[in-house]
């Protein structure tokens, strides 16, 4: 045996520097793969908006207007009353997004709840959905225990209340609109159309207004709000001692604004495009962009 001969390997201090470099480039990497892979997300998810957008135009190329916010049978504009079906206006724009087999399979003359829409109604639509979100499978609507279909992107309803008058809405979705591409008054680049709504503030649907429902903002138990909330948000005042609440922002409502996205939330506005309103975005602008006509001047990144 040749007594010159050595063990070659690692020895116990030079193993656990090993793993201590690892540990560090890996700790290095996965924020950058974190940082990459929410780059991609919002790409996606603001692409999803564009075909909205397209889709929206198009309804009002071939209508003349844009969908309602959702079809009612009530036929008073003041009256708080809601009667259904319900159907929102994501569910008219299926034709239009390729998806002619499920608006096909929708019986709009009769309620989202009902038996005959109990199949197509928990449908799993990719273009409602937010890739930042986790939640994709139908939900159980809260008061009622309907299936419905998920859903990250609401209609914009303007700056009010949405309950105190449901068929008066200054913005481009409520009950019953008929809203068309000319009432942007306030120009179709400073009205916003649809917003993101993630599923941890609140579940949201693409059917339309669940009759019977009711939704709850996360970890608020005790503050039900009506089924307006499921498809509409507004931009408006919650409460008289309260500023508006901006996207992202504190102590959020069932009917706001909030996404995934670290640094604000996506938006398609009335021209087809999409831009990010950020989170820091004064309270004023907010407001105004959330009206087809109020006359306000917007000048605001």
Same mark, same amino acid.
């Given at each position: 045996?040749?007594?010159?001969?050595?063990?070659? %390997?690692?020895?116990?201090?030079?193993? /656990?520097?090993?793993?201590?470099? $690892?540990?560090?480039?890996?700790?290095? /990497?996965?924020?950058?793969?974190?940082?990459?892979?929410?780059?991609?997300?919002?790409?996606?998810?603001?692409?999803?908006?564009?075909?909205?957008?397209?889709?929206?135009?198009?309804?009002?190329?071939?209508?003349?207007?844009?969908?309602?916010?959702? #079809?009612?049978?009530?036929?008073? $504009?003041?009256?708080?009353?809601?009667?259904?079906?319900?159907?929102?206006?994501?569910?008219?724009? /299926?034709?239009?997004?390729?998806?002619?087999?499920?608006?096909?399979?929708?019986?709009?003359?009769?309620?989202?709840?009902?038996?005959?829409?109990?199949?197509?109604? #928990?449908? $799993?639509?990719?273009?409602? @959905?937010?890739?930042?979100?986790?939640?994709?499978?139908?939900?159980?609507?809260? %008061?009622?225990?309907?299936?419905?279909? !998920?859903?990250?992107?609401?209609?914009?309803?303007?700056?009010?209340?949405?309950?105190?008058?449901?068929?008066?809405?200054?913005?481009?979705?409520?009950?019953?609109?008929?809203?068309? /591409?000319?009432?942007?008054?306030?120009? =179709?680049?400073?009205? @916003?159309?649809?917003?993101?709504?993630?599923?941890?503030?609140?579940?949201?649907?693409?059917?339309?207004?669940?009759?019977?429902?009711?939704?709850? !903002?996360?970890?608020?138990?005790?503050?039900?709000?009506?089924?307006?909330?499921? $498809?509409? %948000?507004?931009?408006?005042?919650?409460? !008289?001692?309260?500023?508006?609440?901006?996207?992202?922002?504190?102590? @959020?409502?069932?009917?706001?604004?909030?996404?995934?996205?670290? =640094?604000?939330?996506?938006?398609?506005?009335?021209?087809?495009?999409?831009?990010?309103?950020?989170?820091?975005?004064?309270? &004023?602008?907010?407001?105004?962009?959330?009206?087809? &006509?109020?006359?306000?001047?917007?000048?605001?990144?």
């Amino acid at each position: 045996m040749n007594v010159n001969s050595r063990r070659v %390997g690692f020895t116990l201090i030079e193993l /656990l520097v090993v793993i201590a470099i $690892i540990a560090v480039l890996v700790g290095l /990497l996965v924020p950058a793969v974190q940082k990459v892979r929410e780059a991609a997300n919002r790409m996606s998810c603001s692409n999803n908006l564009k075909q909205l957008g397209l889709a929206i135009h198009s309804h009002n190329d071939t209508f003349g207007r844009f969908p309602p916010g959702f #079809a009612d049978l009530q036929n008073q $504009i003041s009256n708080p009353t809601n009667f259904g079906p319900g159907w929102g206006w994501a569910s008219h724009l /299926l034709p239009f997004i390729e998806q002619d087999n499920a608006f096909k399979s929708i019986r709009f003359d009769k309620p989202i709840a009902d038996p005959l829409n109990a199949q197509v109604r #928990a449908s $799993i639509i990719k273009t409602f @959905l937010c890739p930042s979100d986790n939640h994709t499978q139908a939900f159980q609507t809260d %008061g009622n225990g309907v299936m419905v279909g !998920p859903s990250n992107y609401v209609g914009m309803f303007g700056s009010r209340e949405m309950p105190d008058d449901p068929g008066r809405g200054e913005g481009v979705f409520f009950r019953n609109s008929r809203i068309r /591409l000319a009432d942007l008054v306030d120009g =179709s680049s400073n009205t @916003l159309l649809v917003g993101e709504r993630n599923s941890r503030l609140c579940k949201s649907t693409w059917t339309g207004f669940v009759l019977g429902a009711v939704t709850f !903002p996360a970890g608020e138990p005790d503050e039900a709000e009506q089924p307006y909330a499921l $498809i509409l %948000g507004h931009t408006g005042i919650n409460d !008289p001692n309260d500023p508006p609440h901006t996207p992202n922002g504190s102590d @959020l409502h069932a009917e706001d604004f909030a996404s995934n996205h670290t =640094s604000g939330v996506n938006f398609l506005q009335g021209d087809g495009s999409v831009r990010m309103i950020k989170n820091t975005i004064r309270p &004023a602008a907010w407001v105004a962009l959330g009206t087809r &006509a109020g006359g306000e001047v917007v000048q605001d990144d």
